[in-house]
């Protein structure tokens, strides 16, 4: 089983709809957790850090799931900005800078 | 926030030569920096770890000789990619983070690297 599983897509989601995506991760241990946004040919972004209770920005919420080790995001009113590539990230370690692991990325195509 | 500043942007060399790119922490040190390697359409993939003061730590596949690893100061960490071939075309990233956990890690810009 992979560290951290992502289905790659893509999304084609209309303009106003709701998507989620979710990840996977296989260290029980792991600690913290984040999503981040990938523009072609740019430098993956930090969109948000995946709390235990859960976290919401805007249209952006995240979700992490312990017990079935999953994380999710939803976004809501998609907006044709937000196409772009989401790539899980999961940090094995508690504190220090630990070695992270970044899922595949998932594609996200929003249409008019 | 944090910003990582990373050199060139976009480089292209012929096969043979050597590479060096810089990626420095502008308002912060980092004791510990990340660099990453993606090829077209694939994921990032973690090459190896910059420690300030001290060896890299390379990621299993990646030859330490050919990816030459500098942490030499808090705020700059340097890879060079030495005898390039024409399959060390990639984009590479570095990373650093902060400080606090939830802060994330925060990238360069990127190099996209063409050996021809």
């Known amino acids: 089983r992979k560290e951290v599983e992502q289905d790659p897509g893509p999304f084609n989601v209309p303009e106003g709809a709701t998507v989620a995506f979710n990840c996977t991760y296989s260290?029980?241990?792991?600690?913290?957790f984040f999503w981040y946004r990938q523009d072609c040919r740019k430098e993956p972004k930090l969109l948000m850090s995946?709390?235990?209770s859960g976290n919401e920005d805007g249209r952006f919420t995240a979700q992490l799931n312990r017990a079935s080790q999953y994380i999710s995001l939803l976004i809501r009113d998609s907006k044709l900005s937000d196409s772009a590539t989401y790539l899980c990230?999961?940090?094995?370690?508690?504190?220090?800078?630990?070695?992270?692991?970044f899922g595949t990325g998932t594609k996200l195509q929003v249409i008019p | 926030g944090a910003v990582v500043s990373q050199h060139p942007s976009r480089v292209i060399c012929k096969s043979g030569t050597s590479v060096k790119i810089e990626c420095r922490s502008l308002?912060?040190?980092?004791?510990?920096m990340f660099w990453y390697r993606q090829f077209p359409k694939q994921s990032l993939m973690l090459m190896a770890t910059?420690?300030?003061?001290?060896?890299?730590?390379?990621e299993q596949g990646v030859e330490k000789d050919k990816f030459l690893i500098n942490h030499a100061s808090l705020t700059l960490s340097t890879l060079t990619v030495t005898s390039a071939h024409p399959e060390d075309s990639s984009f590479y990233i570095c990373?650093?983070?902060?400080?606090?956990?939830?802060?994330?890690?925060?990238f360069g810009s990127g190099t996209r690297l063409t050996v021809v």
């Open positions: 990230v999961v940090n094995p370690g508690s504190g220090g800078y630990q070695k992270v692991t």
């Open positions: 995946v709390y235990s």
């Open positions: 910059s420690n300030e003061g001290s060896k890299a730590t390379y």
């Open positions: 308002d912060f040190q980092a004791t510990t």
């Open positions: 990373s650093a983070r902060e400080g606090r956990v939830h802060y994330g890690y925060t």
């Open positions: 260290n029980s241990a792991s600690q913290s």
